[in-house]
């Protein structure tokens, strides 16, 4: 390949982005092509939690190492694209039973959280409930604002040379490299069969316009992130590829978030849904297709693509340039699902 080999990526979201300034650091001459509108990335709250997911979410379990590792690479980003990274923690509230098992879980993945009282944990989450007596606080998960990281990222990409197109991609066309990041799509499909090991889940957020700061809160069946404005999250609907609201699906979030910020009662709401997609190991594809020359996956990311979007660029630049990839690449290799494609 050449030294300085032209790069299609496909798709805007956050694995699109990140992996277009990766590319163009790397000395690529690198497009991100995208028909435009919402995707997944941005109904999202950014969060990049490796802790909390790998403790409560049975998919992510597996990958505490991968996930630390990935979340080490933000600070990094976030000076490259001028991103704010918010490190104030994660608070976990609750029933007894419920935040003794998290702390057991905690444990088991080698971490200790925090155990905190009511007030200090309303002192690291302002508008938190009273009637919440406990809390455990984990400082190891961070967020970003996820609308305004996305704006940052594309305003970074275009400063280091990326051209950007409001079309779809049908192939490699003249490019020596296409990265294809859409997420849930099967446009693509034909040029990178592996994305149809992925699978569509629906997903939504409830936003309420009251600027906030602080931490994290997590509750059973709910999380509030605070921002720009206070996003309460999410639902997980398998299968699912309409994009529509629901609003019977996002109204339980928004009575969980109230009960943890009651103070935001009457606030303006906007709710928002989205696809995101899945392997059934809940790892993304990132690689070589092995079905067509030239392309590259970097897709399928689940519910982790804020937090895993600059280790996922980083595998991606190091193919393209031929540079080692790390000790994670094997894992998320589409190659992984090789019996199950061609089968």
């Excluded at 939690?49 to 080490?72: G, I, K, M, N």
């Excluded at 970003?144 to 970074?156: F, N, Q, T």
């Excluded at 990311?301 to 980083?314: E, K, Q, S, T």
């Excluded at 991606?316 to 290799?333: F, I, L, Q, S």
Aim: overall charge neutral; proline content about 6%; aromatic content about 4%.
């Amino acid at each position: 390949m050449n030294a300085s080999p032209r790069v299609t990526v496909a798709g805007a979201g956050v694995l699109g982005l990140t992996t277009a300034l990766a590319l163009a650091d790397a000395g690529c001459r690198v497009t991100v092509a995208d028909p435009g509108g919402p995707n997944a990335s941005s109904v999202a709250a950014g969060m990049i939690a490796p802790v909390f997911e790998a403790v409560l979410d049975e998919t992510a379990r597996p990958y505490p190492d991968l996930l630390l590792s990935a979340r080490d690479l933000w600070p990094a980003l976030a000076a490259r694209a001028g991103i704010v990274l918010d490190r104030s923690g994660a608070l976990a509230v609750g029933r007894d039973a419920w935040l003794d098992g998290l702390a057991a879980a905690f444990a088991r993945l080698g971490q200790r959280p925090t155990e905190l009282g009511g007030v200090t944990a309303r002192g690291l989450a302002a508008g938190l409930s009273e009637a919440f007596p406990r809390a455990l606080l984990s400082r190891e998960d961070w967020r970003v604002d996820a609308r305004p990281a996305l704006a940052a990222l594309a305003a970074a990409a275009r400063e280091a040379g990326v051209g950007f197109v409001s079309e779809p991609v049908r192939g490699r066309g003249q490019s020596d490299v296409l990265v294809v990041a859409t997420g849930a799509a099967q446009e693509l499909l034909e040029v990178a069969p592996e994305l149809s090991v992925l699978s569509p889940i629906k997903g939504h957020i409830v936003r309420v316009a009251s600027p906030s700061c602080g931490a994290v809160v997590r509750a059973e069946g709910v999380y509030a992130s605070p921002g720009a404005e206070m996003i309460f999250g999410a639902t997980m609907e398998a299968g699912r590829t309409d994009a529509g609201v629901d609003e019977a699906l996002a109204t339980p979030l928004l009575a969980g978030g109230l009960k943890l910020f009651p103070g935001l009662a009457g606030a303006q709401v906007e709710i928002s849904a989205g696809i995101r997609a899945a392997t059934r190991d809940g790892l993304p594809l990132v690689g070589w297709s092995e079905a067509e020359p030239g392309v590259i996956l970097a897709t399928g990311a689940r519910r982790n693509g804020w937090l895993l979007a600059p280790l996922v660029a980083r595998i991606v630049a190091a193919c393209v340039t031929g540079r080692e990839r790390g000790p994670y690449a094997d894992r998320m290799d589409p190659a992984r699902f090789r019996a199950s494609l061609w089968d």
